[in-house]
């Protein structure tokens, strides 16, 4: 970096500086100091590095920053928490300047904003490939976090949104580079790319609707709904023909791509499905669809013309 560690750190603090009460000793001292609210305290942490989850040539300073809040505000989300406090810890590669690095911090600044959290404190290092990594700490009603461990068999699967436009838009966003024509399909899967909505009220409808248990889709949805159905001890029949398809992603996509952040909640009854899909259309204008049903053992797809196949099989053919 260009300019002085206290420099930098200084100027950090500025883009960083919030007015919470919650928050004793602020960004900028040795350790921040909050207080924490009621309830159950939920801590997570991920990260996005350079060359396998950003691409500085596709994304900015500030996408880059704002997706690596999103991220982990996601798996927060995924246990039906409310994000409260974030930590960053950056590792800046030499080809990276203050002022991208400042641009980087408003992106992580934003993101806060968005989902009404406050970044504390962190820590920034040198290094040979760009890294940021946040931790986030939420809070829960006692007893009331939805683990990936509680669905049972006849329970729904239920799904948010679509999947398949963010792993679309991070093959698009190459192809813009070399000329391709940005429509609005185009656009949005980038954007779903760059800058991911984690499902934090979404999380929270489908809680009280009665879910049993939830995970964000990080890595792809056979291979999070298959963790699901490990943690939970259950089967699953997935109807192949019932999964919401972004309409930029390709052949693939939807099923094995990730990085879609959305939430794969298992409802207890059609009504509770249902309510939740009525709740959540009119409120965040995001469908839910019911794409399967939990099983007492064995985890299969079903596609269009009745045909079933084992879902690590699925997996498999897309990733293989
Ligand atoms: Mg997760």
């Known amino acids: 970096v260009d300019i002085s560690e206290d420099e930098l750190l200084a100027a950090i603090r500025r883009v960083l500086s919030v007015s919470d009460p919650a928050i004793i000793v602020a960004v900028g001292d040795d350790a921040a100091v909050v207080r924490p609210g009621g309830g159950d305290l939920v801590l997570t942490t991920d990260a996005v590095v350079e060359g396998v989850h950003v691409d500085r040539a596709t994304a900015t300073a500030r996408e880059i920053g704002y997706k690596a809040v999103a991220v982990t505000v996601s798996d927060a989300a995924a246990v039906a928490a409310s994000p409260r406090f974030a930590l960053s810890s950056l590792t800046l590669s030499p080809e990276v300047d203050a002022a991208w690095t400042m641009e980087l911090f408003g992106g992580m600044r934003e993101a806060c ?15 040979p490939v760009l890294s940021v990594t946040v931790m986030v700490t939420g809070e829960v009603a006692a007893g009331r976090a939805i ?10 699967v239920t799904l948010t949104g679509s999947l398949g436009g963010s792993a679309a838009g991070l093959r698009l966003a190459r192809e813009v580079v070399h000329g391709r024509e940005v429509t609005d399909e185009v656009r949005d899967a980038i954007r779903r790319h760059q800058r991911p909505t984690p499902r934090v009220g979404e999380a929270q409808v489908l809680a009280r609707h009665g879910a049993t248990a939830m995970i964000d889709v990080s890595d792809g949805l056979v291979i999070d709904l298959t963790r699901l159905c490990e943690a939970s001890d259950v089967g699953v029949r997935l109807d192949l023909g019932r999964i919401p398809a972004h309409p930029a992603s390709a052949e693939g996509e939807a099923l094995g791509g990730g990085e879609d952040y959305e939430l794969i909640a298992t409802m207890p009854s059609d009504a509770a499905a249902s309510d939740a899909a009525a709740e959540l259309r009119e409120v965040f204008g995001v469908p839910l669809s019911v794409i399967g049903r939990i099983t007492d053992s064995g985890r299969e797809s079903v596609d269009e013309a009745g045909a079933s196949r084992p879902l690590e099989r699925l997996g498999w053919d897309h990733f293989g």
């Open 113 to 127: 904003d968005e989902f009404a959290m406050s970044l504390v404190g962190g820590n920034v290092s040198s290094g």
């Open 147 to 156: 683990s990936r461990a509680g669905a049972e068999a006849g329970d729904l």
